[in-house]
């Protein structure tokens, strides 16, 4: 069974660089049939998708943090990573990590990682 | 970007069938897949594509889509399916991601 699991500081200053990992375990990250995505929930708000991307390294981004993300894969070590850079208050979070399906008929997260919390603060 | 519109809080009585919906022009094109998270907890996918339901997910959770809405229905709503469910999709315009604000399920 395929699980994930975020891993990172849950403390960043702000204007420094968010830094997490997912690793993968029960599975290749490397299979040709699915996406990884990370995805995150501000305290209290809902979810905001952040970024996807294939083990071949092609991207997607949201528009509004595109400028600012970058999700790179290690495929030698099972795991995808995620960096956000120039972070403010708002970006503290519960990061969650998630593989993708994507179909023409639509797309679709499962499994999640349990999440990790980032707490911008100096 | 599209946008996925839901309501942000839906109440049903114990044992009674309830209807969440999502609005967004992607919509008219894919499939939503819904997903139930509880306080505290990563969620968990409960409904995707046509109505597909991944295994364990209680045959009581289904998924219907008409014009630009989606909707999860759960027939027969138990205590247990409180919790806060978001719709999510495919943009229609390129390869982006949008979720629904999420819906508040409360069961009397």
């Known amino acids: 069974q395929l699980q994930l699991q975020e891993s990172g500081p849950g403390l960043v200053k702000p204007s420094e660089t968010l830094s997490l990992t997912c690793i993968v375990s029960g599975g290749s990250i490397s299979s040709s049939s699915y996406y990884w995505g990370w995805i995150r929930q501000p305290p209290g708000k809902g979810l905001e998708w952040i970024g996807t991307?294939?083990?071949?390294?092609?991207?997607y981004y949201s528009p509004s943090l595109k400028s600012r993300v970058t999700i790179s894969v290690d495929t030698s070590k099972n795991q995808f990573s995620l960096k956000l850079s120039s972070v403010t208050a708002a970006d503290t979070a519960v990061y969650y990590c998630?593989?993708?399906?994507?179909?023409?008929?639509?797309?679709?997260?499962?499994?999640w990682g349990q999440g990790t919390l980032v707490i911008v603060s100096s | 970007s599209s946008e996925l519109t839901q309501d942000p809080a839906v109440s049903v009585a114990l044992g009674q069938t309830v209807r969440i919906t999502c609005q967004g022009d992607s919509l008219r094109t894919f499939y939503a897949s819904w997903y139930q998270q509880k306080s505290g907890q990563a969620p968990l996918l409960v409904i995707y594509?046509?109505?597909n339901r991944p295994s364990g997910i209680p045959d009581r959770f289904s998924g219907s889509r008409s014009g630009n809405t989606a909707s999860l229905i759960i027939s027969g709503a138990q205590a247990e399916d409180e919790a806060d469910y978001y719709c999510h999709s495919r943009d229609s315009s390129d390869n982006h991601v949008v979720f629904g604000g999420g819906t508040k399920l409360t069961v009397l």
């Open positions: 594509g046509k109505n």
């Open positions: 998630a593989r993708a399906y994507s179909r023409s008929w639509g797309d679709w997260f499962d499994p």
């Open positions: 991307m294939y083990y071949s390294g092609t991207t």
